[in-house]
């Protein structure tokens, strides 16, 4: 496939340079970039260098000389055929969908390949296709009955307002259809101090919404980083990017999000060249951390997500479920005080991450 600008791509599940993973130290601003952890792999959109080319193209033509010896082909022809914007043999290919997406006329896209149409490789499992119900089985009842369990049972433990709810299942719902949506929100999950949560929401969301446990980005206060930074990030085709470390009530904007926001395609220049690439910028942000939120033109374009936090060890409150994160509609749902944060847990959660434990 090519991307936006012609350059033969490739979907493989890898890491994200320069990105770590998601923790409470750092939605609270207090993790060092040297004991951050690596982020989990995902299915990228990826750039195929000259190299991978040839051996891509000499994996279906096998090119010989005058005695029958198979041999490379010439450097020439591979350099030639990695960048072609006005290409029509290879398609388009702009994103990577996990989830069925929804149009605006109730038809469910899902599946496993390209959609040449739209431009999205669609990962689907094919186990999840068989239960997904069809637009005749969505009734009012049945909207409202998912509605319930997803404010009531999957959030229930998270302490926010039905509103501050419902904008997190919006923000599931945007990082499913992003690829659909012209222009889309930033999202913003905040409290007034540590311990009320924040992590854990985010958690929850990416993993129902990606089935990965999510990755995150340091805040830079250098505009000129984060520019660099953004566009590295949206040519990943990233279903979502956390941005974290962000000082303690600080109040930020970035022109850069703000125009990655409002647009289908995004374009910039190349680091250390005067050339300008395209990319898609569907990638949903989110930003968290202890009364931190947008400020100028970034206010016109976020949606917050307020934890309430009303006592001075919110970490020990009473949860319905001891793991959120790995909610089973079937279980049983024990009140435990602390069974997530508590210090007697928190050696055992982190073997689990690091063994790869399949949250769902």
Not at 37 to 45: C, T
Not at 83 to 112: E, Q, S, W, Y
Not at 275 to 298: K, L, M, Y
Request: net charge negative; charged share 25%.
């Amino acid at each position: 496939m090519r991307d936006i600008d012609g350059v033969v791509i490739q979907v493989r599940v890898r890491l994200v340079p320069n990105l770590h993973a998601f923790t409470a130290k750092g939605a609270n601003e207090d993790e060092p970039e040297d004991t951050q952890l690596p982020p989990p792999e995902q299915p990228l959109l990826t750039r195929l260098n000259e190299p991978q080319l040839a051996e891509l193209v000499e994996r279906h033509i096998d090119y010989v000389d005058s005695s029958g010896r198979s041999v490379h082909l010439h450097n020439a022809f591979v350099h030639h055929f990695h960048t072609r914007p006005d290409d029509n043999a290879l398609p388009l290919a702009v994103g990577i969908a996990t989830l069925p997406l929804v149009l605006g006329d109730g038809t469910l896209l899902k599946g496993c390949g390209l959609d040449r149409e739209r431009g999205i490789v669609f990962r689907i499992p094919a186990e999840l296709s068989i239960v997904l119900p069809n637009k005749v089985e969505c009734t009012p009842e049945a909207v409202a009955e998912a509605m319930r369990f997803l404010a009531d049972e999957w959030l229930c433990d998270v302490a926010s307002s039905y509103t501050g709810k419902c904008t997190l299942i919006a923000a599931a719902l945007s990082v499913i259809e992003r690829s659909l949506l012209p222009d889309r929100p930033v999202f913003w999950v905040t409290a007034g101090r540590r311990g009320g949560g924040k992590t854990t929401a985010l958690i929850m969301l990416m993993v129902a919404v990606t089935g990965i446990r999510p990755a995150a980005a340091a805040w830079s206060p250098n505009e000129e980083e984060r520019r660099k930074a953004l566009l590295a990030y949206l040519l990943e085709a990233l279903p979502a990017l956390i941005w974290d470390n962000i000082p303690h009530g600080a109040k930020i904007s970035c022109p850069h999000i703000e125009r990655s926001c409002t647009t289908v395609f995004y374009s910039d220049r190349k680091l250390g060249v005067s050339e300008t690439i395209a990319t898609s910028a569907a990638t949903i942000h989110f930003f968290t951390g202890n009364n931190v939120g947008p400020q100028r033109d970034f206010a016109s374009r976020s949606l917050q997500i307020r934890l309430e936090v009303d006592r001075a060890d919110p970490e020990n409150r009473d949860f319905a479920h001891p793991r959120p994160d790995r909610l089973d509609r079937n279980a049983p749902r024990p009140h435990s005080q602390g069974a997530l944060y508590g210090p007697t847990r928190q050696p055992a959660l982190q073997r689990e991450w690091k063994a790869g434990a399949n949250p769902l």
